[in-house]
């Protein structure tokens, strides 16, 4: 799994959106709490209904990890991801941690090996590997 910053795609959206697994009881959970509290600039997406024709091709590994498309085009994955999603609330303070020098390379391994882990139990096919 790739948690590196793709090249922008050309999808302009008004607002940043928030590509997210509906089908997973706490991804759901912690997106209706980033829903009610955001400032009204952040659209959440359910990859299983709402993935533009564009992204398709990379639905697998949009399942394994968030992925967030910016109002421009540019996608943030993983903690990136959280951090600029979170930033649309008045508790965007509270992740920046997350994102500093000496915490950054800490919490990207633990989010991957989560994010991984998370994916393999609800999509472990045998075939897919991210």
Known sequence: MNISKQNSIPLYHSKD???YDASC???SKEIKHL????QGDLYCADIHTELPDA???QKEAMLGILHLYKKD???MQGLDATVEAWSHTGYGWAFRFLRW????PIADKV????AKKRYQKKY?????QL
């Open 17 to 19: 959106t928030l590509y």
């Open 25 to 27: 009881p706490l991804c």
């Open 35 to 38: 829903k009610n509290l955001q």
């Open 55 to 57: 992204l398709t091709s």
């Open 73 to 75: 085009g540019e996608c």
């Open 101 to 104: 020098p000496m915490s950054r």
């Open 111 to 114: 989010y991957s090996m989560w």
């Open 124 to 128: 472990a096919c045998g075939v897919c």
